[in-house]
């Protein structure tokens, strides 16, 4: 049974940080593209950071210089390290795994993040 698991997320001042951590199981993660994306009220859900299998990143531009992702495959986890948080931050984040050798995909169950004073 193939779980994602987010943890991390609470409610941070405006300017705080926070890091969020995924944690998989029962998947292959060495294979997977790993991913955090984000779903904020009456809003479609977007991609904030990937990382692929062999570390490359990209981040949509409103995070760019203030969150980074990572990965350690011997420990099944994805992290997304946000400083600087903005109130437009706030939104449920979910952890995301497409693998690469076909057309897998799985989400964890969403952690909620809220950026208020």
């Known amino acids: 049974q193939v779980q994602l698991v987010e943890s991390g997320g609470g409610l941070v001042q405006p300017g705080g940080s926070l890091r969020l951590s995924c944690a998989g199981s029962?998947?292959?993660?060495?294979?997977?593209?790993m991913g955090w994306y984000r779903q904020a009220p009456g809003k479609q859900r977007e991609m904030v950071a990937r990382?692929?299998?062999?570390?490359?990143?990209n981040y949509v531009d409103s995070v760019k210089g203030r969150f980074t992702i990572s990965r350690d495959n011997a420990k099944n986890t994805v992290y997304l390290q946000m400083n600087s948080l903005k109130p437009e931050d706030t939104a449920v984040y979910y952890c995301?795994?497409?693998?690469?050798?076909?057309?897998?995909?799985?989400w964890g169950q969403g952690t909620q993040v809220t950026v208020s004073s």
């Open positions: 029962g998947i292959r993660f060495n294979i997977y593209n």
């Open positions: 995301n795994a497409v693998s690469i050798l076909g057309s897998r995909e799985y």
């Open positions: 990382i692929m299998v062999g570390s490359s990143t």
